[in-house]
C-alpha cells in the first residue's frame, strides 16, 4: 500500500502525539526534552538509562568495509578508543580513516571516518594513533601488546566465528556485526565459549537499541494496537544487472585478474568511475577555498576505489576462492577469481547467507521483538517456517537468491498445542527482499485488533486506528488483561503532546553508538558475565538473543532450498544442545555446568 503524504502525515502525527501523551510517556518525553536531549543525538545513556564508563575501551575493529566503517563512525570517544584496525583492502582502511566523502547524505552521516569522530586533523596524525593490519589474525595476535579490550567484528559473515573464537580465547569481549555467525554449529560455539571465557559477546542487531523501535515496543505493551495478528515487513530493492549495490566496481587489480570473457559488466563500470573522476578532478581545479578542499576529499577517494591495493599473498592466506559457475550443458556462464569473492562476498553463498542474512534478519529481529512484547518481553521463537526464492534477475554473476518470500507462524498469547482453541492462536508474519523494484523500500507493518503499526525505514513510525489512515487518534485508558491503554479516533490532536512528541522523537537514532556505548558499559561494569540473570548488566543482544535471529534466517534458507514447511525445534535454540537445522554441529563442548 502506498499511502499518500496526508495519510503519511497524519500517522506521523497520531505516533508522536500518542507516545507523549499523559496516559503514555509525556512525563519521561518531558524530562528528556528539558535536558536538551533527543533520540537524534544518540545520547542513549539518558535514555536507556546506562551509565558511562571512567576509561574507554581499548578496541581493535576488524573489518572496516561498509559495516565495519559504520561502527567506527558510531564510536563516541568517551566510550571507545580506536587503536587497531585490520582489513586486506587499502581502499576500506582510507574509508576508515576519511569517511564515505562520495556516498549519500545519509552514508556520509553513518560513516564519517576516524579522523572525524576523534577529531584528527590530517591522516598522518589519525595514523599515528591508530596501528594498521592487513590481516585480522595479525591484529588479533598483537591484541596483549596494543593492551585490547575488545574487538568488533565487521568481517564477511564466513569470518565471523574465527575473528570471534579466537578474540575470545585471547581474553578479549566480541562485539560482532549481524548475522552471529555462518551456520548454527558456529553461534554455538560462539555462545558457548562467551560463557565459559566469561566474556560479553554481543551481535549487532541495532533495532535493540533503536529509539524508534524501543518507543513502539511501549504502544504495543501499552495495548495501543489491541492483540497483535499479524505483521508484513520487506526490503524491496531496486538493484539490476549493472547497477547493483551488492556489486561494486572491481578496481583495476581485480579486473585485470578476470577473464576477457565476463569483463563486460566490470569495464562498463570502471568506464563510468574514470568518466566521473575526471569531471570531479576538472571541478576540484576549478574550485577554491573549501569548495576546492570537498572536491579533493572525493577525487582521493574515486582514486583510492580505482587503485585499491590487495596483497596476493594475504589474499591467499586469507583463504578466498574463485567461482565456477556453470551452464546446464557444462560450459561457463561465469569466473569469477578469488579477488572478487572477497569484493563482492555477499553474492556467494560461501562468504554469506544471502538476503535473509543480510537483510531478512534485521526484519525478523524486529517482528520477534514486538511479538515479545505480547508475551511481557519474553523473547518468542517461531513455529514454522514456509518458503519461496528464485534468481531471475541475476543469473550467471552469483549464486545467491534475488528474490525470497516467506511466512512465519509465532505462538500468540494463550497458544497452546495441546487443545484444539490454543494451537490455533498464532501471529503471522509475512516477509519479502526482492530486487528489481523498489516499490514500498523496507519496513515493517504491524496489524491489532485496534491499531495499526506502521515503521519506515527506520526512520518514522506511523500509527492509525486499524484502516482509517485519515483519522487522528487519541489515547484512552482500558483495563483489559494486561493491557491498560487504546485508541479511539479524534477530531484533532493535543498540540501540546504532538509539539512534545515531535521534540523526543525528531531525528530517530538508526542504535548503532547506543549499541556501542552500552557494551562498553557492561565490559566495564560486569567484566566477566556470568550469563545468569543475576541482575549485572548485560548487552540487549547476547549469544541466546542472536543465535534465534540467525536460526530463523539460515532455517528460511533451507526452507526456500527444500520448497517445502520447516517446524522450528526448540532444542536449536538451545546453546547447550547440539541440535542444529543444518548439517553443522559445534566443535566447543559443553560446559560441565551447562551440561543435561
Same mark, same amino acid.
Given at each position: 500500500?502506498?499511502?499518500?503524504?496526508?495519510?503519511?502525515?497524519?500517522?506521523? @502525527?497520531?505516533?508522536?502525539?500518542?507516545?507523549?501523551?499523559?496516559?503514555?510517556?509525556?512525563?519521561?518525553?518531558?524530562?528528556?526534552?528539558?535536558?536538551?536531549?533527543?533520540?537524534?543525538?544518540?545520547?542513549?545513556?539518558?535514555?536507556?538509562?546506562?551509565?558511562?564508563?571512567?576509561?574507554?575501551?581499548?578496541?581493535?575493529?576488524?573489518?572496516?568495509?561498509?559495516?565495519?566503517?559504520?561502527?567506527?563512525?558510531?564510536?563516541?570517544?568517551?566510550?571507545?578508543?580506536?587503536?587497531?584496525?585490520?582489513? *586486506?583492502?587499502?581502499?576500506?582502511?582510507?574509508?576508515?580513516?576519511?569517511?564515505?566523502?562520495?556516498?549519500?547524505?545519509?552514508?556520509?552521516?553513518?560513516?564519517?571516518?576516524?579522523?572525524?569522530?576523534?577529531?584528527?586533523?590530517?591522516?598522518?596524525?589519525?595514523?599515528?594513533?591508530?596501528?594498521?593490519?592487513?590481516?585480522?589474525?595479525?591484529?588479533?595476535?598483537?591484541?596483549?601488546?596494543?593492551?585490547?579490550?575488545?574487538?568488533?567484528?565487521?568481517?564477511?559473515?564466513?569470518?565471523?566465528?574465527?575473528?570471534?573464537?579466537?578474540?575470545?580465547?585471547?581474553?578479549?569481549?566480541?562485539?560482532?556485526?549481524?548475522?552471529?555467525?555462518?551456520?548454527?554449529?558456529?553461534?554455538?560455539?560462539?555462545?558457548?565459549?562467551?560463557?565459559?571465557?566469561?566474556?560479553?559477546?554481543?551481535?549487532?542487531?541495532?533495532?535493540?537499541?533503536?529509539?524508534?523501535? @524501543?518507543?513502539?515496543?511501549?504502544?504495543?505493551?501499552?495495548?495501543?494496537?489491541?492483540?497483535?495478528?499479524?505483521?508484513?515487513?520487506?526490503?524491496?530493492?531496486?538493484?539490476?544487472?549493472?547497477?547493483?549495490?551488492?556489486?561494486?566496481?572491481?578496481?583495476?587489480?581485480?579486473?585485470?585478474?578476470?577473464?576477457?570473457?565476463?569483463?563486460?559488466?566490470?569495464?562498463?563500470?570502471?568506464?563510468?568511475?574514470?568518466?566521473?573522476?575526471?569531471?570531479?578532478?576538472?571541478?576540484?581545479?576549478?574550485?577554491?577555498?573549501?569548495?576546492?578542499?570537498?572536491?579533493?576529499?572525493?577525487?582521493?577517494?574515486?582514486?583510492?576505489?580505482?587503485?585499491?591495493?590487495?596483497?596476493?599473498?594475504?589474499?591467499?592466506?586469507?583463504?578466498?576462492?574463485?567461482?565456477?559457475?556453470?551452464?546446464?550443458?557444462?560450459?561457463?556462464?561465469?569466473?569469477?577469481?578469488?579477488?572478487?569473492?572477497?569484493?563482492?562476498?555477499?553474492?556467494?553463498?560461501?562468504?554469506?547467507?544471502?538476503?535473509?542474512?543480510?537483510?531478512?534478519?534485521?526484519?525478523?529481529?524486529?517482528?520477534?521483538?514486538?511479538?515479545?512484547?505480547?508475551?511481557?518481553?519474553?523473547?518468542?521463537?517461531?513455529?514454522?517456517?514456509?518458503?519461496?526464492?528464485?534468481?531471475?534477475?541475476?543469473?550467471?554473476?552469483?549464486?545467491?537468491?534475488?528474490?525470497?518470500?516467506?511466512?512465519?507462524?509465532?505462538?500468540?498469547?494463550?497458544?497452546?498445542?495441546?487443545?484444539?482453541?490454543?494451537?490455533?492462536?498464532?501471529?503471522?508474519?509475512?516477509?519479502?527482499?526482492?530486487?528489481?523494484?523498489?516499490?514500498?523500500?523496507?519496513?515493517?507493518?504491524?496489524?491489532?485488533?485496534?491499531?495499526?503499526?506502521?515503521?519506515?525505514?527506520?526512520?518514522?513510525?506511523?500509527?492509525?486506528?486499524?484502516?482509517?489512515?485519515?483519522?487522528?487518534?487519541?489515547?484512552?485508558?482500558?483495563?483489559?488483561?494486561?493491557? $491498560?491503554?487504546?485508541?479511539?479516533?479524534?477530531?484533532?490532536?493535543?498540540?501540546?503532546?504532538?509539539?512534545?512528541?515531535?521534540?523526543?522523537?525528531?531525528?530517530?537514532?538508526?542504535?548503532?553508538?547506543?549499541? *556501542?556505548?552500552?557494551?562498553?558499559?557492561?565490559?566495564?561494569?560486569?567484566? $566477566?558475565?556470568?550469563?545468569?540473570?543475576?541482575?549485572?548488566?548485560?548487552?540487549?543482544?547476547?549469544?541466546?538473543?542472536?543465535?534465534?535471529?540467525?536460526?530463523?534466517?539460515?532455517?528460511?534458507?533451507?526452507?526456500?532450498?527444500?520448497?517445502?514447511? *520447516?517446524?522450528?525445534?526448540?532444542?536449536?535454540? @538451545?546453546?547447550?544442545?547440539?541440535?542444529?537445522?543444518?548439517?553443522?554441529?559445534?566443535?566447543?563442548?559443553?560446559?560441565?555446568?551447562?551440561?543435561?
Amino acid at each position: 500500500m502506498q499511502l499518500l503524504p496526508e495519510s503519511k502525515k497524519i500517522g506521523i @502525527d497520531n505516533f508522536r502525539a500518542a507516545m507523549a501523551s499523559p496516559l503514555m510517556r509525556h512525563d519521561f518525553f518531558l524530562s528528556y526534552v528539558e535536558k536538551n536531549l533527543s533520540s537524534g543525538k544518540g545520547l542513549g545513556a539518558e535514555y536507556f538509562g546506562y551509565g558511562t564508563v571512567q576509561n574507554p575501551l581499548r578496541v581493535g575493529v576488524v573489518g572496516t568495509g561498509d559495516e565495519g566503517n559504520v561502527l567506527l563512525g558510531a564510536c563516541n570517544p568517551n566510550y571507545i578508543q580506536v587503536v587497531a584496525i585490520a582489513d *586486506i583492502r587499502s581502499y576500506n582502511i582510507w574509508r576508515a580513516f576519511n569517511g564515505d566523502v562520495t556516498g549519500s547524505p545519509k552514508a556520509q552521516k553513518v560513516r564519517p571516518g576516524l579522523m572525524k569522530v576523534y577529531g584528527w586533523k590530517t591522516e598522518d596524525e589519525a595514523r599515528k594513533n591508530v596501528k594498521i593490519y592487513a590481516d585480522y589474525r595479525d591484529l588479533l595476535d598483537a591484541a596483549e601488546e596494543l593492551k585490547l579490550d575488545a574487538i568488533f567484528i565487521g568481517l564477511p559473515l564466513h569470518l565471523h566465528h574465527d575473528a570471534a573464537t579466537r578474540a575470545m580465547q585471547k581474553g578479549l569481549h566480541v562485539l560482532t556485526e549481524k548475522l552471529m555467525a555462518h551456520n548454527i554449529g558456529q553461534c554455538k560455539d560462539m555462545g558457548r565459549l562467551a560463557v565459559t571465557q566469561k566474556k560479553h559477546m554481543a551481535t549487532g542487531h541495532q533495532r535493540h537499541y533503536s529509539t524508534l523501535y @524501543d518507543n513502539a515496543i511501549k504502544a504495543i505493551e501499552a495495548g495501543l494496537l489491541g492483540n497483535i495478528h499479524y505483521i508484513r515487513a520487506q526490503w524491496h530493492r531496486g538493484n539490476l544487472p549493472g547497477k547493483d549495490s551488492w556489486q561494486p566496481m572491481l578496481p583495476l587489480i581485480a579486473v585485470a585478474a578476470k577473464e576477457d570473457t565476463f569483463l563486460e559488466n566490470d569495464l562498463n563500470m570502471i568506464q563510468s568511475h574514470e568518466s566521473k573522476l575526471k569531471s570531479w578532478r576538472n571541478r576540484r581545479d576549478r574550485a577554491k577555498g573549501a569548495e576546492q578542499e570537498e572536491w579533493a576529499k572525493k577525487v582521493a577517494q574515486l582514486e583510492a576505489q580505482l587503485n585499491d591495493t590487495i596483497l596476493p599473498e594475504v589474499l591467499q592466506k586469507a583463504g578466498y576462492e574463485e567461482h565456477i559457475l556453470k551452464n546446464p550443458d557444462g560450459s561457463v556462464a561465469y569466473k569469477a577469481p578469488a579477488v572478487e569473492e572477497l569484493i563482492r562476498w555477499r553474492l556467494w553463498n560461501r562468504t554469506s547467507a544471502g538476503l535473509m542474512a543480510e537483510l531478512g534478519s534485521h526484519q525478523l529481529d524486529a517482528a520477534s521483538i514486538f511479538i515479545s512484547a505480547m508475551h511481557g518481553g519474553k523473547k518468542q521463537i517461531p513455529l514454522t517456517v514456509n518458503a519461496f526464492s528464485s534468481r531471475p534477475i541475476f543469473p550467471f554473476d552469483r549464486d545467491i537468491e534475488d528474490h525470497i518470500s516467506c511466512v512465519y507462524e509465532f505462538p500468540a498469547p494463550g497458544y497452546d498445542p495441546h487443545t484444539e482453541n490454543g494451537k490455533r492462536q498464532k501471529i503471522a508474519v509475512a516477509y519479502s527482499a526482492i530486487n528489481g523494484n523498489d516499490f514500498g523500500n523496507y519496513g515493517e507493518t504491524v496489524f491489532g485488533t485496534r491499531g495499526t503499526l506502521m515503521l519506515d525505514r527506520e526512520e518514522t513510525a506511523m500509527l492509525w486506528l486499524t484502516h482509517n489512515v485519515d483519522k487522528h487518534v487519541t489515547v484512552a485508558e482500558k483495563k483489559e488483561n494486561t493491557f $491498560t491503554r487504546t485508541i479511539n479516533t479524534t477530531d484533532e490532536l493535543n498540540e501540546q503532546d504532538l509539539a512534545l512528541g515531535i521534540q523526543a522523537l525528531y531525528d530517530q537514532s538508526l542504535g548503532y553508538r547506543e549499541e *556501542i556505548e552500552h557494551f562498553a558499559f557492561c565490559v566495564q561494569e560486569n567484566p $566477566t558475565p556470568s550469563y545468569q540473570e543475576d541482575g549485572a548488566p548485560m548487552c540487549r543482544c547476547t549469544p541466546k538473543v542472536a543465535m534465534s535471529d540467525a536460526i530463523i534466517a539460515l532455517t528460511t534458507n533451507i526452507a526456500a532450498a527444500k520448497g517445502e514447511k *520447516i517446524d522450528f525445534n526448540p532444542a536449536w535454540f @538451545d546453546i547447550f544442545d547440539d541440535a542444529t537445522p543444518d548439517e553443522s554441529k559445534p566443535t566447543i563442548p559443553v560446559p560441565e555446568e551447562f551440561q543435561k
